[in-house]
């Protein structure tokens, strides 16, 4: 294990600090004993990336950023043009939430985000999760699972390796305030790979509901999306995602949360035995 030793910055700004991951970043922080910036379109702290006035405000004495780009196709610029500013504005440390799959999908631009990070002249570090496990609580998509006891996916049998959010909230912190993680690609995953059919077996088992998951073809899938009103746009980059599981390339489990933090990730089975899925349902 490489020893970090601790640079904390005075000031640290959490954007999208509301949201799934940049909440659990922003009490990890206070379990550091800091006290983060958490801005968003709706916190005290206004931040939204289509609005570059409320950049400069955010920005105001902050050392280092952690960054949730706005998942548009202008991400990249912002990101750039944002960067930018956080330089001016005197701050020295960018942690980028990306993802592994944008480096396994066909498409040259997938990085792009990434490559706006690495070139800003700022110290970076880049994390790039699996799909989180709370994504079986806390995604819209994945909601009819515990609202109507049933997912139909796509995925057939293909695995992932699913991440502990909490996992990767710490190795957001501890990139965000020790030295030794600057330069670094940290590709974070669960312990072990499941299907989405084995995931929802053991949410079921825990919760002591009769849930089940379907597999359907991505014919199928496309379909319901339409009866939903997805726009195509979003329905193509889903039947991506999707299809990239189910031809099992994310499968592998990755040691990115051991560089990082000198031990194991979590285990799909902590996430599912500490929440209350008949709440989150």
Same mark, same amino acid.
């Given at each position: 294990?490489?020893?970090?030793?601790?640079?904390? %910055? +005075?000031?640290?700004?959490?954007?999208?600090?509301t949201?799934?991951?940049?909440?659990r970043?922003? /009490?990890?922080?206070?379990? $550091?004993?800091?006290? &983060?910036?958490?801005?968003?379109?709706?916190?005290?702290?206004? !931040?939204?990336?289509?609005?570059?006035?409320?950049?400069?405000?955010?920005?105001?004495g902050?050392?280092?950023?952690?960054?949730?780009?706005?998942? *548009?196709?202008?991400?990249?610029?912002?990101?750039? #043009?944002?960067?930018?500013?956080?330089a001016?504005?005197?701050?020295?440390?960018?942690?980028?939430?990306?993802?592994?799959?944008?480096?396994?999908? &066909?498409?040259?631009?997938? =990085?792009?985000?990434? $490559?706006?990070?690495?070139?800003?002249?700022?110290?970076?570090?880049?994390? $790039?999760?699996?799909?989180?496990?709370?994504?079986?609580?806390?995604?819209e998509? =994945?909601? &009819?699972? =515990? #609202?109507e #006891?049933?997912l139909?996916? &796509? *995925?057939?049998?293909?695995?992932? %390796?699913?991440?502990?959010?909490?996992?990767?909230?710490?190795? /957001?912190?501890?990139?965000?305030?020790?030295?030794?993680? *600057?330069?670094?690609?940290?590709?974070?995953?669960?312990?072990?790979?499941? +299907? !989405?059919?084995?995931?929802?077996?053991?949410?079921?088992?825990?919760?002591?509901? %009769?849930?089940?998951?379907?597999?359907?073809?991505?014919?199928?899938?496309?379909?319901?999306?339409?009866?939903? #009103?997805? %726009?195509?746009?979003?329905?193509?980059?889903?039947a991506?995602?999707?299809?990239?599981?189910?031809?099992? $390339?994310?499968?592998?489990?990755?040691?990115?949360?051991?560089?990082?933090?000198?031990?194991?990730?979590?285990? !799909? +089975?902590?996430?599912?035995?500490?929440?209350? !899925? *008949?709440r /989150?349902?």
């Amino acid at each position: 294990m490489t020893t970090h030793t601790s640079s904390a %910055p +005075s000031t640290i700004l959490v954007l999208g600090g509301t949201g799934k991951t940049g909440s659990r970043v922003a /009490a990890e922080l206070r379990r $550091r004993g800091l006290d &983060p910036v958490v801005a968003s379109r709706r916190s005290a702290v206004r !931040f939204d990336w289509s609005d570059r006035s409320t950049w400069g405000p955010a920005l105001e004495g902050v050392d280092a950023v952690y960054v949730v780009d706005s998942e *548009t196709a202008d991400a990249p610029a912002e990101v750039a #043009g944002f960067a930018e500013l956080a330089a001016k504005s005197g701050a020295r440390r960018l942690v980028l939430l990306s993802a592994r799959v944008w480096d396994e999908l &066909p498409g040259e631009d997938n =990085l792009a985000t990434e $490559r706006a990070v690495r070139e800003s002249g700022l110290e970076w570090t880049i994390l $790039r999760p699996t799909w989180f496990a709370q994504n079986f609580t806390e995604f819209e998509l =994945l909601a &009819p699972l =515990l #609202g109507e #006891g049933e997912l139909r996916l &796509p *995925t057939g049998e293909g695995r992932e %390796p699913f991440v502990d959010l909490e996992d990767l909230a710490e190795v /957001a912190a501890v990139a965000l305030t020790e030295d030794g993680h *600057t330069g670094r690609t940290y590709v974070l995953s669960g312990a072990r790979a499941l +299907s !989405f059919g084995d995931a929802v077996a053991e949410i079921a088992r825990a919760s002591g509901r %009769p849930l089940r998951f379907v597999p359907v073809d991505e014919a199928a899938y496309r379909a319901d999306l339409a009866a939903a #009103g997805f %726009p195509e746009a979003d329905t193509e980059l889903l039947a991506a995602l999707f299809r990239h599981i189910r031809e099992e $390339r994310g499968a592998e489990v990755t040691d990115g949360v051991q560089q990082a933090l000198g031990r194991p990730p979590r285990d !799909f +089975s902590e996430y599912v035995a500490r929440t209350d !899925f *008949t709440r /989150a349902g």
